[in-house]
């Protein structure tokens, strides 16, 4: 992924911002990767020259973004920094809105709050 000077990563924002599942991998039985993973993926990349850019448009994903978009962000900020990672942690567990997830072929659904807590308590 190139870095752009205007609109980085913009794209891929949008699509954590909209995203209305969680997965970190492959969902169903062919493994499909869903367009928010793949930008989840596309920005974790960036993350390694470009964090300090990106940081406040993750933040503002906490409280704009869609339920699975927030999860997907608070991930990201943990590989900021892990202080950034805790804050935003403990900011989504007091967030009772649910958030349908995937492992592999598994759909399950939390809270932001279940989720959150358990995040915090590894």
Known sequence: MLW????????????LADADTLAFGGVGFA????????AYFAVEEGLRRHGAELRP???ALLDRAKPAGRLYAAEL???????????????????DAEVTT?????????TLARYAQDRLNN
């Open 4 to 15: 752009k000077k205007s609109g980085a990563f913009a794209e891929e924002l949008r699509q």
């Open 31 to 38: 493994g499909t990767l869903l367009p928010a993973t793949k």
């Open 57 to 59: 448009k993750l933040e």
């Open 77 to 95: 900020l943990t590989h900021i920094d892990a202080a950034a990672g805790r804050a935003a942690w403990q900011h989504l567990a007091r967030q």
């Open 102 to 110: 995937f492992s592999g072929c598994m759909m399950g659904t939390t």
